[in-house]
């Protein structure tokens, strides 16, 4: 793993602490570049996906807003034998718990980029179908 982040805001909270959530409750991440290398990653069956449900413990991070922007990663893995890029343009997440990360990803506000030359975009909007009026609101849409 080799990253260099230009700028990276925190914000700490003590009662974030105590509640055992973390100390950070607030993060915003920009120019975040470099490469992710897992080519020497050897799987074991307990590493299989069936296997990889994880129960909530007590000192998972849960963050309460978080912002990343311009970021771009190149990981390598075994499979596929060529690099994937990934480029986050931005994303702004209102929590970010690593219990249900791959949820509250979804979950996003407004999240822009590309990922093996594929781009995505994921925002938070609502369609009120009786008057066709579109609010931001919780219910999430992915167009990709």
């Known amino acids: ?25 607030e993060i915003s991440i920009s120019g975040l ?8 990653t050897i799987w074991t069956e307990a590493m299989e996906a069936a296997h990889q449900k994880r129960e909530a413990t007590e000192n998972d991070f ?12 190149t990981i ?8 994937l890029d990934l480029t986050i343009f931005s994303l702004k997440l209102r929590r970010l ?10 979950d996003a506000d ?11 975009s994921i925002e938070n909007v609502e ?3 009786k008057n066709q009026i579109r609010t931001v609101s919780d219910i999430g849409s992915i167009s990709i």
């Open 62 to 73: 849960h963050l309460n807003y978080v912002k990343i922007k311009d970021l771009a990663l």
């Open 127 to 129: 369609v009120d179908y």
């Open 76 to 83: 390598h893995q075994k499979c596929p034998d060529r690099p």
């Open 97 to 106: 718990r690593q219990h249900w990360l791959l949820l509250d990803l979804f």
């Open 33 to 40: 570049t470099g490469m992710l290398d897992r080519r020497t």
């Open 1 to 25: 793993m080799d990253m260099n982040i230009s700028e990276v805001d925190v914000t700490l909270s003590l009662s974030h602490a105590v509640a055992g959530e973390g100390i950070l409750s």
């Open 110 to 120: 407004a999240g822009h980029g590309k990922f093996d030359d594929c781009l995505f």
